[in-house]
């Protein structure tokens, strides 16, 4: 059973920068696909970012150019480089995991591992 810990979650203001790292344990970290997804207050979870042991990824419309997806598969561990951060980008982001090496997956409904979230509020 893969588990996953996020971190780096706070408080920014907009425009500023931020880095979320998330670490997993109990699973062959390479086989996995690794996701971003987020929620805002009210809406519906949503895909921001994926990544395949490959290196090769993908990105929802609104974050690209401003976040990068990253895995350190010695590590165990999925980054998410969020640059130029807006209101809008306020939400619990969340990690996520499926048992994929190959494709990438833009639906939550597609992840079967999730980690706790970590807050993200940007501020004006």
């Known amino acids: 059973q893969l588990q996953l810990v996020e971190s780096g979650g706070g408080l920014v203001q907009a425009g500023d920068s931020l880095r979320l790292s998330c670490a997993a344990s109990?699973?062959?970290?390479?086989?996995?696909?690794m996701g971003w997804c987020r929620q805002a207050p009210g809406k519906e979870r949503e895909f921001v970012a994926g990544?395949?042991?490959?290196?090769?990824?993908t990105y929802t419309d609104s974050v690209k150019g401003r976040f990068t997806i990253s895995r350190d598969n010695a590590k165990n561990t999925v980054y998410l480089q969020m640059n130029s951060l807006k209101l809008e980008d306020t939400a619990v982001y969340f990690c996520?995991?499926?048992?994929?090496?190959?494709?990438?997956?833009?639906?939550?409904?597609?992840?079967?591992?999730w980690g706790q979230g970590t807050q993200v509020t940007v501020a004006s």
């Open positions: 990544i395949i042991g490959s290196g090769i990824r």
């Open positions: 996520a995991a499926g048992p994929w090496r190959s494709g990438l997956r833009r639906s939550p409904d597609e992840y079967n591992y």
């Open positions: 109990g699973g062959t970290f390479s086989n996995y696909g």
